[in-house]
T-cell receptor
Framework: DAKTTQPTSMDCAEGRAANLPCNHS???????VYWYRQIHSQGPQYIIH???NNETNEMASLIITEDRKSSTLILPHATLRDTAVYYC?????????????FGSGTQLTVLP | GAVVSQHPSRVICKSGTSVKIECRSL??????MFWYRQFPKQSLMLMAT?????????EQGVEKDKFLINHASLTLSTLTVTSAHPEDSSFYIC????????????FGSGTRLTVV
């Protein structure tokens, strides 16, 4: 699986958009970009994933650059409950089930 | 959506005793379950992968005789920490997969183990 690089921490004002970057310059053609988050003392929660195209769901939007070497997770209107560690994971999504390899993630703190 | 129930949420045990943690997929059949461990202020580290009906595959450095994993059915996997020591105190998290799709991964809420 390709290695990812994320900032250690970020702050965001409540109600504003939170933009979380992730670099994955060694991503290969069949690897997807996944985002999970972990609220303190809970299990990780799936947010969104994508291959090439930008994706949006009820939780967030995922913007992937054309060369696929980086991506940005966007929480359009951050709330205090969005304070969590956000993990960007790159892995293939076919064949036998593969474990997710978690990096250090980004601690997002939403400020009132 | 898919729900994974993990029990207990927290447990305190005496050094030398064993503790069993259960991970259940409530509304789907999980062919594969993963067990992770997370120490304070660190990321999740994979301990082992279990497939229903077969022996678990352990990551390097994880003692299979200490961390016993059983995946006897498509909805239940258990992790038993045997002869627990204070250094085993950690947050243990399971993940269940429906099929082979990575976006089908659902995580349990975790178990906080404290060994005194």
């Amino acid at each position: 699986d390709a290695k990812t690089t994320q900032p250690t921490s970020m702050d965001c004002a409540e109600g504003r958009a939170a933009n979380l970057p992730c670099n994955h310059s060694t991503i290969s053609g069949n690897e997807y970009v996944y985002w999970y988050r972990q609220i303190h003392s809970q299990g990780p929660q799936y947010i969104i994933h994508g291959l090439k195209n930008n994706e949006t769901n009820e939780m967030a939007s995922l913007i992937i650059t054309e060369d696929r070497k980086s991506s940005t997770l966007i929480l359009p209107h951050a709330t205090l409950r969005d304070t969590a560690v956000y993990y960007c994971i790159v892995t293939i999504s076919s064949g036998s089930a593969r474990q997710l390899t978690f990096g250090s993630g980004t601690q997002l703190t939403v400020l009132p | 959506g898919a729900v994974v129930s993990q029990h207990p949420s927290r447990v305190i045990c005496k050094s030398g005793t064993s503790v069993k943690i259960e991970c259940r997929s409530l509304d789907f059949q999980a062919t594969t379950m993963f067990w992770y461990r997370q120490f304070p202020k660190q990321s999740l580290m994979l301990m082992a992968t279990s497939n229903e009906g077969s022996k678990a595959t352990y990551e390097q450095g994880v003692e299979k005789d200490k961390f016993l994993i059983n995946h006897a059915s498509l909805t239940l996997s258990t992790l038993t920490v045997t002869s627990a020591h204070p250094e085993d105190s950690s947050f243990y998290i399971c993940s269940a997969v429906q099929g082979a799709q990575t976006h089908g991964y659902t995580f349990g809420s975790g178990t906080r183990l404290t060994v005194v």
